[in-house]
């Protein structure tokens, strides 16, 4: 199994700031990776696909980036809606989609 | 409107067993894969299981492989997760989900609100 690795487990941040979560595969997935944003007590909500490319109605602050085995999540200026848990997940292996263990995004 | 919802979560002893449903309306179900993934208590997500729009792939994590069986029937647009043998570790929340698209790409654009699963006597 692909094995999916994020950084950092949990970080702190202002509004206003730019925030970057990192994503490491264990193997190669090409491009075949996806975010998602989840909120207390709410189910998981597609951010990006396909590495970078943004999914409907998801605010433009939102990009993703990086192919092979290194991808980013970035959020280019924060906002208080967005203090949330963030889910990187592969899809290379169809048989056998796996996700990363969530990035807490908290209020400093 | 577009929306899936689950049901059939409820409290089993372990060892036992437990089918839930999924219910989608608002799309043409049938055109997409769909998917099981639960998410224990404070924990993060897990994919459980997968099936293609015809039933012709199928894919289930090493977790609950040989266990769980997971079902469709395009007619009634309704997908399905047989969970046999339950173990105190399958206790979680249990989310359908909507393949983004017809490709063999599997990732998630509609999910549902989630059913809970206990496993505990």
């Known amino acids: ?108 | 409107e577009v929306q899936l919802v689950e049901s059939g979560g409820g409290l089993v002893q372990p060892g036992r067993s437990l089918r839930l449903s999924c219910a989608a309306s608002g799309f043409t179900f049938d055109d997409y894969a769909m998917h099981w993934v639960r998410q224990a208590p404070g924990k993060g997500l897990e994919w459980v299981s997968g099936i293609s729009w015809n039933s012709g792939s199928i894919g289930y994590a090493d977790s609950v492989k040989g266990r769980f069986t997971i079902s469709r029937d395009n007619a009634k647009n309704s997908l399905y997760l047989q969970m046999n043998s339950l173990r105190a570790e399958d206790t979680a929340l249990y989310y359908c989900a909507k393949n983004y698209d017809s490709s063999g790409n599997w990732y998630f654009d509609l999910w549902g609100r989630g059913t809970l699963v206990t496993v505990s006597s």
């Open chain 1, 1 to 108: 199994d692909i094995q999916m690795t994020q950084s950092p487990s949990s970080l702190s941040a202002s509004v206003g700031d730019r925030v970057t979560i990192t994503c490491r595969a264990s193997q190669s997935i090409s491009s075949y990776l996806n975010w998602y944003q989840q909120k207390p007590g709410k189910a998981p909500k597609l951010l990006i696909y396909a590495a970078s490319s943004l999914q409907s109605g998801v605010p433009s602050r939102f990009s993703g980036s990086g192919s092979g085995t290194d991808f980013t999540l970035t959020i280019s200026s924060l906002q208080p809606e967005d203090f949330a848990t963030y889910y990187c997940q592969q899809s290379y292996s169809t048989l056998g989609v796996t996700f990363g263990q969530g990035t807490r995004l908290e209020i400093k």
